[in-house]
């Protein structure tokens, strides 16, 4: 019952299909049972109090499969600490399941794996206990915050490895949406596909990103060369920089058998992990030394109206900060738990904007009296006019001085 | 009056402007004034047989600028024996165009530049001759092939230093198509931002090529992985993979000044230089030695359906063939001059299908009677039945041998 499997249930369940949601944290359970969403998704809440009577919400040490017809399998697959995709929680799942389930149910996968997972460690690993049930691979591919309408509309890549079990989740998936596309094809192909998807995102990220930090060689505003690159243009659209990780892209390169020197996926991913030493680079060229500096950080998730922090580099950054710079870091975001206040942090004499979250829109320059220095990460402030402050302000992919000259550019 | 300036100067032309087409290559202005094309672009032909009387083909070593009030500069701008930018031609095009223009006259540079090129060399070297010409850029960013459709459409950015200048520029491009978006900004910004588009696209193509090497070792197809990836997907497409080069996107990532060691520009164009190699040493793992062997090239140009052999990478395949391994290579191209038929290059043992020109759907299995192994760079002929022949069958990205089995797919 996480990011993928809680949405996944709630769409299920609200169409009609009885569903178990099957969660092993006791908290999450609990609250689940008290209709209160563990984590923020859009609509989720309401999908939740709706669900009423056609969900649910079962332990998992308790639970059997056995009266399941289908199992979908939607526990996260992390990098363990040699960068290598663990796959302990899905064949820890796949044996519990076998314990208990019905012979010829149908086990989807709807984890991100290491393409030929299914075929050379699921498979075996259930003959091996004796089971004959039918495998599918069907990836999850929705955007966290949108889960809940993008299930409805996103087509599928169906891995099955016969014809008739990929029907049946065909028919499965269909329920969500009826003009959903749905393909089948074989279990590596889908495994595969869904990582080339997060893959290619997360390099033309990296572009971004290596755009940004040419337009500051250059001395021009990376942002507004990348608008009018694409403004119209049929070839694109080029992202705009900005750091790029998360659970789903930070790790996804690492799937593939492709890490190796020449491998545009791991320079991507150096690429876009180097972009907090450069912010952190950047603010000591004004500040030679940022020890004992107090700075303020503004966002903590991973991206803009979230409220997941796993694999953020706000908190990459502020962890950079502190441990190897020594830098006195207070910090806030509005989906988190916050030790200091959003004016506090405003009254720092360094502040960072790390992470673009809507409400930061609000942010004026009344707001920022004892601001010395902006190091906006997204470019959110830019439309600020910091000119009669004293405020230095610089941009990931714009660096300009304390003269916050508007570039001639007009729209026709 | 080469591929950028002719079709240009002939749209232009078509709207009532004036029009001179100055050109230096004798024999290139001896087609132009007898109406026939220098090269291949869709509608030029016909564009050419209806500008009679309305444009002048002029010889540039004796034309005079003093006429124009406009100056468009459409010349090359390729690399030089350092991988850098050749700019000596822009420069003296531009002190040719100082000796006769009329001060005030516009000068508009269409070709690709390094960023900052018109601030640091061409506006300092016009000041250096004593003239006030006003300068502009408005880089062109049309797809060769459908170069006279594009250019009523693609939106255009102007780079200028003054709002009179940028002005004038946008209402000159809009005589071309009421519709285009016209951006003014500063002329760095201009340069930048199509070098960002080419970019952009050349890496894209490189990861296409990275995930086609990858599919190879997991065993997968990788075209139909990527065409499931993207199939109703919103965040995409993934191009297909395939040999990546041609006279811009090949060159200008060497216009940014990130060609480091941890650039993906840098290593993008490693990746899609080496896919030759690759070709070449999937070939010698069926063939331990393929000096002396009679090899067939299907197409010679950077892509499809064009004329353009420049910075062509079956030519490159075709060098690397012949000059390091020692084959003997017979080729055909229905868009260049050949030395060999079609059915001499379908007769060979190895046949390489390097660009996937339209016309090469036609080829059927009765036409392969003597090959018996096919490369085929861009899966064109994957739809055949080769089982039959005893051939072979390799494409890049899908590695199968004598087995010619159909994977599980099929959409819905």
């Given at each position: 019952m996480g990011r993928v499997g809680l949405p996944l249930a709630l769409s299920f369940s609200s169409k009609g299909v009885k569903v178990f949601g099957v969660e092993k944290n006791k908290s999450t359970l609990k609250l689940l049972k008290e209709k209160r969403p563990p984590f923020y998704e859009a609509g989720l809440q309401e999908a939740l109090e709706k669900s009423q009577g056609s969900i649910f919400f079962e332990s998992y040490d308790s639970f059997?499969?056995?009266?399941?017809?289908i199992i979908i399998i939607a526990v996260g697959t992390p990098l363990n600490e040699?960068?290598?995709?663990?796959?302990s929680s899905i064949e820890d799942v796949i044996k519990s399941i076998c314990r208990t389930a019905r012979n010829d149910s149908i086990v989807i996968l709807r984890s991100t794996l290491v393409p030929g997972t299914t075929e050379k460690i699921i498979q075996p690993l259930i003959g091996r206990v004796g089971k004959s049930l039918h495998v599918a691979v069907c990836p999850e591919r929705i955007v966290e915050g949108n889960a809940m309408k993008e299930i409805a509309t996103l087509p599928e890549i169906v891995g099955a490895d016969d014809q008739d079990t990929g029907n049946i989740v065909r028919e499965l998936f269909l329920l969500l949406g009826e003009s959903k596309k749905i393909t089948i094809t074989n279990t590596k192909t889908a495994e595969a596909a869904k990582i080339f998807n997060n893959v290619y995102r997360y390099v033309t990220f990296a572009l971004a990103n290596e755009f940004a930090l040419v337009s500051e060689k250059i001395g021009i505003d990376a942002r507004e060369a990348i608008e009018l690159a694409n403004r119209?243009?049929?070839r694109g659209p080029i992202p705009m920089p900005g750091p790029a990780a998360g659970p789903c892209l930070r790790k996804d390169g690492f799937f593939l058998p492709n890490m190796s020197n020449d491998s545009l996926t791991r320079l991507a991913w150096f690429l876009n992990e180097s972009i907090t030493v450069h912010i952190i680079e950047t603010i000591e060229k004004a500040y030679d030394n940022i020890c004992g500096k107090k700075i303020g950080v503004l966002g903590k998730t991973y991206k803009a109206d979230v409220d997941d922090t796993r694999d953020s580099l706000a908190i990459k950054l502020i962890e950079e900060l502190r441990i190897k710079k020594g830098a006195e870091v207070i910090s806030y975001d509005p989906y988190t738990t916050n030790f200091s206040t959003l004016q506090e942090v405003l009254n720092s004499e360094i502040l960072i904007l790390a992470v673009n979250h809507s409400?930061?829109?609000?942010?004026?320059?009344?707001?920022?009296?004892?601001?010395?220095?902006?190091?906006?990460v997204w470019g959110q402030l830019s439309h600020l006019d910091l000119s009669s402050h004293e405020i230095k302000y610089v941009a990931l992919g714009k660096i300009e001085t304390w003269s916050h000259k508007k570039s001639l550019m007009a729209s026709f």
């Open positions: 059997s499969f056995e009266q399941c017809h040699n960068f290598m995709p663990n796959m119209g243009y049929p409400v930061f829109n609000k942010i004026n320059e009344d707001m920022l009296k004892n601001v010395k220095f902006i190091y906006d």
